[in-house]
């Protein structure tokens, strides 16, 4: 099980990015899959995750209604579109999996399988 994270970088306040994660060596639709994200100096966070079974999303309160977590079993990738970026929203951003038969949110001690992040700086 593999995850490949892309799509970070710099962007102004009020700006928009989309990560993706592309995952290999599995099935992304058999598999529940997270973004989290960690700040210096800041614990981890879980921003969206879902399961393998419905396409409605668990999302963090600091990003509801601003990021959309999207899934295409296609592709075996999943995206994280992220609108209206804040400062706070700077980051290294991490994708992760596992089988979970129940998701009740957003948790990283869930998930054992990690990509290596990419960052997300939001600045002026």
């Known amino acids: 099980v593999q995850l490949q994270a ?4 710099l962007v102004q306040p009020g700006g928009s990015l989309r990560l993706s994660c592309a995952g290999s060596g599995f099935t992304l639709d058999t598999y ?5 994200r960690q700040a210096p100096g800041k614990e981890r966070e879980g921003v969206a995750c879902i399961n393998s079974i419905d396409d409605s999303p668990f999302y963090g309160d600091s ?21 209206t970026l804040k400062p706070d929203d700077t980051a290294v951003y991490y994708c992760a999996t596992d089988i979970i038969d129940t998701l009740y949110g957003c948790y990283d001690d869930e998930y054992r399988y990690w990509g290596q992040g990419t960052l997300v700086t939001v600045s002026s």
């Open 6 to 9: 892309s799509g970070g970088g």
């Open 32 to 36: 529940a899959i997270g973004w989290f």
């Open 63 to 83: 990003v509801k209604g601003r990021f959309t977590m999207t899934r295409d079993n296609a592709k075996n990738t999943v995206y994280l579109q992220m609108n």
